[in-house]
């Protein structure tokens, strides 16, 4: 690996692949809160109580437990001191919370945020041993005692903030009618 004049390292092959199609998801996700409000940030206007800061929040949230995950193990993880298998109704509660905007929150501060996790996940993805590996945390929908890789989570990582963008694309078309893509 190479660097520019500033230091920063050149990535090329599998890291830049990674870094690319993140960045164009990433891309996709912001785009879709172009000239909104707060208020339009914030509205859940389909049968779906998802809105678009919420799912910004959620995704850099997800995003930053999952890379937490690859450089400290499951233990990254847990929620308040919890596994994902022991969490009860009011953790369920805490979670669906980051798929809204809460009273006081911006739809700048979510994206400064978001691109604070996304600043870091990339600076990451620059540098570590994607082969590393770790236990996933006890959780009912993962397979018992099985491990991920640092490459595996950050595809994860890749596939959420696709899956997200779409929502998120689908949100933007019922408050106004715009489009990311088209």
Not at 10 to 19: K, N, P, V, Y
Not at 104 to 132: F, H, K, M, S
């Amino acid at each position: 690996m190479s660097t520019t004049e500033t230091g920063t390292p050149t990535l090329s092959g599998e890291r830049a692949d990674m870094l690319d199609t993140l960045g164009k998801h990433r891309f996709f996700l912001r785009t879709t809160t172009t000239d909104l409000t707060d208020e339009q940030a914030a509205a859940a206007p389909t049968a779906s109580a998802l809105c678009l800061g919420g799912l910004i929040k959620h995704v850099a949230q997800g995003e930053e437990q999952w890379v937490n995950f690859i450089l400290e193990g499951p233990s990254a993880m847990a929620s308040d001191g919890k596994d994902w298998a022991d969490w009860d109704e009011s953790d369920y509660a805490k979670y669906n919370d980051a798929f809204r905007m809460q009273p006081g929150e911006t739809l700048a501060g979510v994206l400064a945020e978001y691109e604070r996790v996304a600043r870091r996940t990339d600076e990451l993805i620059a540098t570590l041993d994607l082969d590393a590996s770790h236990p996933l945390p006890k959780a009912p929908w993962f397979e018992p005692n099985a491990r991920w890789s640092a490459r595996r989570v950050l595809m994860g990582i890749v596939a959420e903030t696709a899956q997200h963008a779409g929502h998120a694309d689908i949100i933007r078309e019922s408050i106004d009618g715009a489009k990311s893509m088209g």
